[in-house]
């Protein structure tokens, strides 16, 4: 058979097959049960073949939170350098690192010995020039005494009177002495002036110091802040006394805290405010200093129209909603807002409550394409603070 003829004779048996196919549109095959081609009904005229099942839910308002956002970090709310205050070898440190001390608590000696006996030493210095006052008082007496009865010129009774008063010099003198060495005595044994926690030792016993010289590190958590940024903008809604809540890393729950400052002044490089608040983390908490803080500053409730977020669409008009309106797809142009915990989208204009908004199926919708509302099934329930 030649290649013309083996064509034909293709040709021939192709339109036979589509004949017979054509007899039998729409009709069950024997032996089938009708219900199965319920769902192959012929498309109607100017629509499409198939209709997109889509769920719908009806517009309804919900309460969102006004709110102030901005980025930080926990601060001590001092870090004290516990320092040397007199001159000499450092016998003992203390204290060592994570120790949490109280105030007065003792932290270092520097040769309390030696101190001591400078105390001594002043302190009969002290006794030294009191019987030297005595002296001399006793010794004016008996010059003035001599003087009325014309036995001493009144030169010598000036000069006696001039002893007495340089013997009282040399006695307060003395007992300055005496009062620095005591208090010499007293930070020869260096006591922590806050209560807190040891961070650093920062010299070792049998180094020499000087006044001055830092011994350790002392950190004070006791009221724990919260340093953080806003805008400008930002700033002008807040103030002290607002409460608020830090997501810290490393921490689960939100800690809550206080503003205590909204500085007057921005900072030169980021012209961002600083905010200072104090942090109250529930027993047990223990934010480190330093660790990164999300802050939210609630301001204020408002109750506004919201969709779930699925039913938002974005695309060359815009954001957009579709509805459900006599059973085909109708976009409408929205303004969205801020988004809420329970995944739900204000919606600013655009949409009025009860309006019958697709929010399941979305995708692949276009402005008048046939729908086919099916049962919402439960994955996009309302949050339970939306409102009728």
């Not at 203390?94 to 030696?114: H, K, M, N, W």
């Not at 003087?147 to 000036?158: C, I, N, T």
């Not at 142009?333 to 915990?341: A, F, M, N, R, S």
């Not at 009025?352 to 996009?380: F, M, N």
């Amino acid at each position: 058979m030649s290649r013309r003829s083996g064509t034909l004779l293709g040709w021939l048996v192709l339109i036979t097959a589509l004949a017979g196919c054509g007899g039998t549109a729409g009709k069950p095959e024997a032996g089938t049960n009708k219900t199965d081609t319920k769902d192959a009904a012929p498309a109607a005229p100017g629509k499409p073949a198939g209709l997109f099942p889509v769920a719908v839910e009806a517009a309804k308002t919900a309460v969102f939170q006004d709110s102030v956002s901005g980025t930080g970090a926990v601060a001590a709310f001092e870090t004290v350098r516990i320092s040397a205050r007199v001159a000499g070898v450092l016998d003992r440190l203390l204290v060592s690192e994570g120790d949490t001390i109280a105030a007065g608590f003792p932290v270092a000696e520097i040769q309390p010995e030696r101190f001591q006996l400078a105390v001594d030493a002043a302190a009969a210095q002290v006794a030294r020039t009191a019987i030297t006052v005595e002296d001399a008082r006793q010794a004016t007496v008996r010059r003035q005494a001599l003087l009325k009865d014309g036995l001493v010129k009144p030169e010598e009774a000036d000069q006696a009177v001039n002893r007495e008063a340089l013997a009282k010099a040399d006695h307060d003198a003395a007992q300055v002495t005496l009062a620095k060495a005591k208090l010499d005595l007293q930070d020869a044994r260096v006591l922590a002036p806050r209560a807190g926690t040891i961070q650093a030792r920062l010299i070792d016993p049998g180094s020499a110091v000087q006044p001055g010289t830092a011994l350790a590190t002392l950190v004070v958590r006791d009221p724990l802040l919260l340093r953080f940024t806003v805008g400008v903008g930002e700033a002008a809604h807040l103030k002290p006394g607002q409460a608020l809540n830090a997501r810290i890393r490393g921490i689960l729950a939100p800690v809550p805290g206080t503003i205590v400052l909204v500085a007057d002044q921005v900072e030169s490089g980021s012209r961002l405010v600083p905010i200072t608040a104090r942090l109250q983390p529930a027993e047990g908490i223990r934010p480190a200093i330093g660790a990164f803080a999300e802050v939210t500053v609630p301001l204020g409730e408002r109750t506004s129209i919201a969709v779930p977020e699925l039913a938002v669409r974005t695309g060359e008009r815009g954001q957009v909603v579709y509805l459900a309106v006599n059973g085909k797809a109708v976009e409408r142009k929205i303004i969205t807002g801020v988004q809420g915990l329970d995944r739900r989208i204000e919606i600013v204009a655009g949409l009025t409550v009860g309006e019958p908004v697709i929010i399941q199926g979305a995708d692949g919708l276009r402005d008048g394409l046939p729908i086919l509302v099916a049962p919402l099934g439960g994955s996009a329930s309302t949050s339970p603070r939306s409102k009728e």
